[in-house]
């Protein structure tokens, strides 16, 4: 697979007349590569990739070498001793790379300006997406592990609203949806879970704090998993002590949510562009009247991170193709009230939309 994936990058790098890539980005060194540790703090790093149409180098130091020789098969792995700039300087010349591509999304400025510093007479070219691109269409082995991590996601989330939310926190509940991950196999959530009750519902990324659930209330959960390195994302709104309690602003809203999930669900087809995707469920909600209560994406790609290509938004021009995992997550948030989304995950297929989730968990107004 990674013999693959290096083929594939280097096609691209030919088309763009680039010597050499030099990937920085975390996921995309270990979509290529294989090596899985994570980065520390903003600036640090664990190690780069050196890919030519020849050679393929991981660059790292002392504390990875063991790690990095076990995961990276098809890689020469390198040692720096005086850090990652002053290593390419002695291997550009030997790999004849004149043009250098660097990922300007990946890259700190400090950073850029040390490899200028020591690559005279290189040409780094800001490329953007390469290796993005390349991640957006899922190949069989990561659909079986996102689809895993979904499923994994799915039961703990199904076990907590099987509880009674009344009298619980928006803290303990999510604290229990982490240690659940944990306990269920996981290697611990995708992002902090956001459990927003009542009017903290009407922040799409409210943080779960203190509030203690009352009845009644729209609670909405937005959860993942993280399974061998890939990740999920699910989001139910639910009515704490049941849907008997709801109000009719819940009713009305939770329908028109639901019906433009439906929508954009049964008309999405390869070809089209993340914007046309986006308006789909977007028509929906904007003709109910709730159009300026829309206001993120419809969707995202999900794998090793949670938002990654395509982009399903208004402004959007990623072409959907088959393979693409991504959500479907349209909202309508109300200050002082509060809010609905409801989250699928779908890989796009030749014909349409083939749903990964299991769980159910709507409510049928």
Known sequence: MIKMRLARLRRLLAKQKLDGLL????????????????????????GSLLVTQRDALLLTDFRYMLTAQAQAAYYDVRIYRQGLAQELAGLAGRLGIKRLGIEAE???LDQHQRLAQALEGVDLVPTRGLVAGLRARKDP?????????????ERVLDQVLS?????????????????AVED????????????????????????PGERVIQAGEPVIFDVGALVMGYMSDISRTVVAGGLERADEQFRQVYAVVRQAQLKAIA?????????????????????????ERFGHSL???????????????????????????????PGIYLPGWGGVRLEQMAVLTATGCRLLNGLDRFHDL
Do not use: W
């Open 184 to 207: 269920q196999g996981g290697e611990g959530p995708a992002f902090p879970p956001i459990v927003a009750s009542g009017p903290n519902g009407a922040e799409p990324h409210a943080e």
């Open 267 to 291: 008309e999405i087809r390869p070809g089209m562009t993340g914007s046309e995707a986006d308006a789909l469920a977007r028509e929906v909600i904007a003709q109910a009247g709730f159009g």
């Open 299 to 329: 969707g995202h790609g999900v794998g090793l991170y949670t938002h990654e290509a395509p982009s399903l938004g208004p402004n959007s021009r990623d072409v959907l193709e088959p393979g693409m995992v991504f959500t479907i997550e």
């Open 106 to 108: 990946a890259l700190l």
């Open 23 to 46: 990937v920085s980005q975390p996921a995309n060194r270990r979509y290529l590569s294989g090596f899985t540790p994570a980065d520390g703090q903003l600036g640090e790093s664990c």
């Open 141 to 153: 082995e990561e659909l079986r592990q996102i689809t895993a991590s979904l499923a994994l996601m």
């Open 163 to 179: 509880g009674d939310l009344v009298g619980t926190s928006e803290r303990q509940l999510a604290l229990k949806l982490m240690r």
